[in-house]
């Protein structure tokens, strides 16, 4: 907290009045979309807040940098991700060596798919309606941190494979195998809590 | 274009991010393939209800009172540094 507890007056010196509205109409409108990013990274709420905090302190201190008319939620969602790079070095560095077996591009729709529930029903509503917000919420919180980055940026957030190299900083070849193995990961994990809930559900 | 390119391209057609004449050619095998159109429909449809999901969460309002407080101190201690 105390990183991103300090005041903003320390460099605010010669910001004029107009400036500070821009910041603060650009504050009202990316809070949210910002913080259930950081709450989706960090998976905690006052941690979400604390990076949040840390990222407008940070975009402030840049602000005169930044140019008007240029990308400003993009500009926003890097500072955000580089401050959370920053405080979780280490967890950020560690997936990078989970080695994840490719089990195909449509494990989960091909799962649903071949259900005797799809062929009774002959529509995947069932399943899909078996989803639960705890489930998504788990399911990426168990993806290795730079694939969770990429896919909550492209899934969640809808930036463009370019922007999210940007953002993060990697090549757009790099941007696509991440999207690609998170994106795996998540529907395995997804069909898993299915069953499980299915099983406790005692269907 | 055959079902296993198809699905190899899917994830990058439904992000919008292919050349256009690829695209178009997903597209054609799409509308075409009930296989393919089930994988795409299902991927669509997942896709709406993971971010139905993550966006139900807003930012608390503490915080959002918290970084507007910080801001306007911010201002005023501007204003007392600006005179030396
Ligand atoms: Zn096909």
Known sequence: ????????????????????????????????????????????????????????????????????????????????????????????????????????????????????????????????????DEHVRKALSQLPAPFRMAVVLADIEGFSYKEISEILDIPLGTVMSRLHRGRQQLRQALWEYAMENRRVSGE | MDCEQVIRLLWTWLDRELEVEVSQEVEEHVRACLRCKEHADFERRLREIIQTCCKKDKAPAGLRARLLALLAESSHGGDALSGH
């Open chain 1, 1 to 132: 907290m105390d990183g991103a507890g300090r005041s903003f007056t320390e460099m605010d010196q010669g910001r004029n009045r107009g400036a500070q509205e821009r910041y603060e109409a650009m504050v009202e409108e990316f809070l949210d979309p910002l913080y259930r990013t950081a709450l989706r990274l960090t998976g905690h709420r006052s941690d979400a807040e604390d990076l949040v905090q840390e990222t407008f302190l940070r975009a402030w201190r840049s602000f005169d940098r930044f140019q008007e008319g240029t990308n400003a939620r993009a500009w926003l969602f890097k500072i955000l991700m580089n401050a959370y790079i920053d405080r979780y070095r280490r967890s950020h560095r560690e997936p990078e060596r989970v080695d994840q077996e490719d089990i195909g591009e449509f494990y989960l729709s091909n799962r649903v798919h071949g259900s005797t529930e799809f062929s009774e029903r002959g529509n995947p509503e069932a399943f899909i309606e078996r989803i639960m």
